[in-house]
């Protein structure tokens, strides 16, 4: 059985209401996310999660408020001997612009995606500014598109999971490790949406759902149904991984 080793880049970060990734709780509290590609290595496949922002702020202040450094997307390829023309794969969590600006330079992946986000990106509802077609128009005319329309097995020991919680489309990624299955959220949370503090769970709330959503019912469950399927939950933000170090973590 081929297991894989991921490794976080941050390639971009935000600034906002905390509340935006913790739903209804957290409002007031500013809070800087790290945004991620996910570089997964293992087998003989060159594979990234998300490609993240084209011109990302790279500032000292937001390097210490999450933890690491902030590449632009060919640094962050270079530690690992990587270009952006030696991606053979790209899995996309959705298709918010910060999670997919560097696809166009990947001229050899084929870039698998939710119908759903292809639908979304074309006809983007009012309330979800997020969603920029530019930056797919020249994969979808490379004919790179690789469309997904449910639970999908990109190769062996890789699936993705349709989780509407964030978008429609939302893909969580499903990873075999020689640790056990790690899961890469389809959708924007951090670690506290999993282990929410004491005064959520005295409301017998067992996770928070993210601050922006599809609908927050079944957001809940899904995120129960994800957590309770990994052994090694990744939620898409966590600035806990902005460090760089492989997950899981090489034995010693």
Not at 21 to 37: C, K, R
Not at 40 to 50: E, Q, S, T, W
Not at 171 to 184: H, R
Not at 232 to 247: D, N, R, S, T, V
Request: hydrophobic share 35%; aromatic share 8%; net charge negative.
């Amino acid at each position: 059985m081929t297991t894989y080793t991921i490794y976080p880049i941050v390639l971009g970060t935000k600034v906002f209401d905390k509340s935006m990734m913790t739903y209804q709780h957290g409002a007031g509290e500013s809070y800087t996310i790290p945004i991620y590609g996910w570089y997964i290595k293992g087998g003989d496949k060159n594979i990234l999660v998300d490609t993240g922002e084209m011109s990302p702020i790279q500032s000292k202040e937001r390097e210490k408020a999450i933890g690491g450094k902030i590449y632009r997307f060919e640094e962050g390829l270079a530690q690992f001997g990587l270009t952006p023309e030696s991606i053979d794969i790209i899995i996309h969590t959705h298709l918010h612009n910060d999670h997919c600006e560097n696809d166009y330079k990947c001229i050899n992946a084929a870039i698998y995606v939710h119908e759903k986000e292809l639908k979304r990106i074309h006809d983007p509802h009012p309330l979800d500014f997020r969603y920029l077609e530019d930056y797919i128009e020249d994969v979808e005319e490379n004919g790179q598109i690789k469309v997904m329309t449910g639970d999908t097995e990109v190769v062996p020991g890789i699936a993705c999971i349709h989780t509407p919680v964030h978008t429609d489309g939302g893909m969580s990624i499903a990873i075999d490790t020689d640790k056990g299955k790690a899961v890469i959220t389809g959708f924007c949370v951090i670690k506290e949406n999993f282990h929410p503090p004491k005064e959520i769970r005295a409301m017998e709330m067992e996770v928070i759902p993210p601050g922006t959503l599809v609908n927050a019912f079944d957001a809940y469950d899904i995120m129960l149904k994800i957590r309770d399927m990994a052994d090694i939950l990744i939620p898409l933000h966590e600035p806990e991984f902005a460090g760089g170090e492989c997950i899981p973590p090489s034995s010693p």
